[in-house]
């Protein structure tokens, strides 16, 4: 008998890696689409509400803490500055007078 011809039982691992890599599972080719979608779907929704978008951000409104008036994209940043917390601590709290009714019984 002829010990040339005979396989191995056991595969070479390099066989079964490449099988391995080369086929795609269908939750990654269907994560895949949903993922291209959802860009697309993005993409285009800021191109037809960009004006609508930008003009919220660019918006000037006051500072509730300090007044001081700044764009509604930077006010969270402007709360953390130096500026708005000095202001903060200098700004008297203003104090409301409530009244209680009372009865005679």
Same mark, same amino acid.
């Given at each position: 008998?002829?010990?040339?011809?005979?396989? /191995?039982?056991? #595969? =070479? @691992? &390099? *066989?079964?890696?490449? !099988?391995? /890599?080369?086929? #795609? =599972? @269908? &939750? *990654?080719?269907?994560? !895949?689409?949903?993922?291209?979608?959802?860009?697309?779907?993005?993409?285009?929704?800021?191109?037809?509400?960009?004006?609508?978008?930008?003009?919220?951000?660019?918006?000037?409104?006051?500072?509730?803490?300090?007044?001081?008036?700044?764009?509604?994209?930077?006010?969270?940043?402007?709360?953390?500055?130096?500026?708005?917390?000095?202001?903060?601590?200098?700004?008297?709290?203003?104090?409301?007078?409530?009244?209680?009714?009372?009865?005679?019984?």
């Amino acid at each position: 008998m002829d010990n040339q011809n005979i396989e /191995s039982p056991v #595969a =070479s @691992p &390099t *066989s079964s890696v490449s !099988s391995i /890599s080369s086929t #795609a =599972s @269908p &939750t *990654s080719v269907f994560l !895949s689409k949903e993922k291209e979608y959802v860009k697309n779907y993005n993409k285009n929704y800021y191109l037809k509400n960009k004006d609508a978008i930008l003009g919220h951000l660019l918006q000037r409104v006051n500072c509730e803490l300090c007044g001081k008036e700044v764009s509604f994209q930077r006010l969270t940043y402007h709360k953390n500055t130096s500026l708005c917390l000095r202001k903060r601590k200098n700004k008297k709290p203003t104090t409301t007078t409530t009244t209680t009714a009372t009865t005679n019984i």
